[in-house]
């Protein structure tokens, strides 16, 4: 199994910027991807973006695209979104994932961390 748990959520005003960080432990070598998604109060969780694990390659999601950085530190098994000109919409708990390698979905999740995005 995959243990993660992120870190670095809080409250910025609207402009601002945030890193998140979600540190993998257990059987990390079978990590193939890491993502980020998040879900706002009321609506269906949304994917933010991923990152191959092996390679770096990062895929983002058009809502975020030019704004948020995926990125990882294989090291430390630590992958982290960076998040600059923050909006209001962008208010949500954010939860990292693993897609393991074999599987086909995401199949490890973080507890999530609060960001919010004041006006």
């Known amino acids: 199994q995959v243990q993660l748990v992120e870190s670095g959520g809080g409250l910025v005003q609207a402009g601002g910027s945030l890193r998140l960080s979600c540190a993998a432990s257990?059987?990390?070598?079978?990590?193939?991807?890491m993502g980020w998604f998040r879900q706002a109060p009321g609506k269906e969780r949304e994917f933010v973006a991923r990152i191959t694990w092996s390679t770096g390659s990062t895929y983002s999601g058009d809502s975020v695209k030019g704004r948020f950085t995926i990125s990882r530190d294989n090291a430390k098994n630590t992958v982290y979104l960076q998040m600059n000109s923050l909006k209001p919409e962008d208010t949500a708990v954010y939860y990292c994932?693993?897609?393991?390698?074999?599987?086909?979905?995401?199949?490890?999740w973080g507890q999530g961390t609060q960001v919010t995005v004041s006006s």
């Open positions: 994932a693993v897609n393991s390698r074999g599987s086909s979905r995401y199949d490890y």
């Open positions: 257990g059987r990390t070598s079978s990590i193939y991807i």
